[in-house]
């Protein structure tokens, strides 16, 4: 598959098959993603490992698909808010490029934004200042959920003099 079938056909999943994913295939994923861009080099990432009283407690609607894995990505705090927004972008490359390397092992990811809130925060041991990108439960999928038509790009660009 070419990057561009790749990227665009990446779904996000909702619900897992309960085939364990394998050690030493996460840590490859996690380890490529973190070629992603970043300023400074400053690999601004930090995961935790979802463990089942941490997940229990988190009580997710539908308990990430039943995701064989959980895990949560932290972006580091910045000296400045303007470092922090910068944290959080290359944390985002950081996420996609393990969206992607998961993906094309035939694995899918469930991405929620309910680790930010602040009861999930102290759930989930966060420090202050950190923020939460999301949690993410991994599995191999159930089902393939179709493809969401996205808005022209040509729509969304503005030309400058
Ligand atoms: C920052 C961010 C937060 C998200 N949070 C959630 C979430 O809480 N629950 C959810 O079901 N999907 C969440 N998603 C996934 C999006 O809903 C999904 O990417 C979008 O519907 C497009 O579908 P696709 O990824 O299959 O192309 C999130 C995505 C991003 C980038």
């Given at each position: ?52 009283e ?11 698909g ?28 950081y ?67």
């Amino acid at each position: 598959m070419s990057i561009i079938e790749t990227i665009k056909s990446r779904r996000s999943v909702k619900a897992f098959k309960p085939d364990p994913i394998q050690e030493q295939d996460l840590m490859s994923w996690l380890e490529a993603a973190s070629y992603a861009p970043n300023h400074r080099l400053n690999e601004p990432w930090e995961i935790k490992m979802v463990g089942p009283e941490t997940r229990a407690r988190l009580n997710h609607k539908t308990d990430f698909g039943s995701a064989p894995v959980v895990l949560a990505v932290l972006s580091k705090p910045g000296a400045t808010p303007f470092e922090r927004d910068e944290n959080v972008m290359a944390v985002s490359c950081y996420v996609q490029n393990f969206l992607l390397a998961a993906y094309e092992a035939g694995v899918g990811v469930y991405w929620a934004s309910m680790g930010a809130l602040p009861q999930n925060r102290e759930i989930l041991g966060v420090s202050e200042g950190y923020d939460v990108i999301g949690l993410f439960g991994i599995g191999y999928p159930q089902e393939i959920p179709a493809m969401k038509p996205r808005t022209p790009i040509s729509s969304k660009i503005s030309y400058l003099s």
